[in-house]
């Protein structure tokens, strides 16, 4: 499976941006799909996950309102949608996929490159 994230980039405080992570491959539908972030100077963190069915979301508490995670499988995409973003959303963002596991350990069986998000106030 092959990741590629995408849709990072410079917002102001209390915008938005919509990210995108693209999969390879026939198997995306069997896989559990999860973002999570890094912020300079500090530890990747779990965000949001979505079941392979998309039946299920989590989110960590810091974004529970304010973001949401879809998923096609007929496209093999998940989406991460980020309203009202915050200075403290800026890192690198990054999607994954397991087959099976906690949604937020992130030893994930492949990860996308990352993507940029830039919040200024």
């Known amino acids: 499976v092959q990741l590629q994230a995408s849709g990072g980039g410079l917002v102001q405080v209390g915008g938005s941006l919509r990210l995108s992570c693209a999969s390879s491959g026939r198997t995306f539908s069997l896989y559990h799909m999860g973002w999570f972030r890094q912020a300079p100077g500090k530890e990747r963190e779990f965000v949001a996950a979505?079941?392979?069915?998309?039946?299920?979301?989590y989110y960590t508490d810091s974004v529970k309102g304010r973001f949401t995670i879809s998923r096609d499988n007929a496209l093999n995409t998940v989406s991460l949608q980020m309203n009202s973003l915050k200075p403290e959303d800026t890192a690198v963002y990054y999607c994954a996929a397991r087959r099976s596991g906690s949604y937020q350990d992130p030893r994930y069986d492949y990860w996308g490159q990352g993507t940029l998000v830039t919040v200024s106030s």
């Open positions: 979505i079941s392979w069915s998309g039946t299920s979301t």
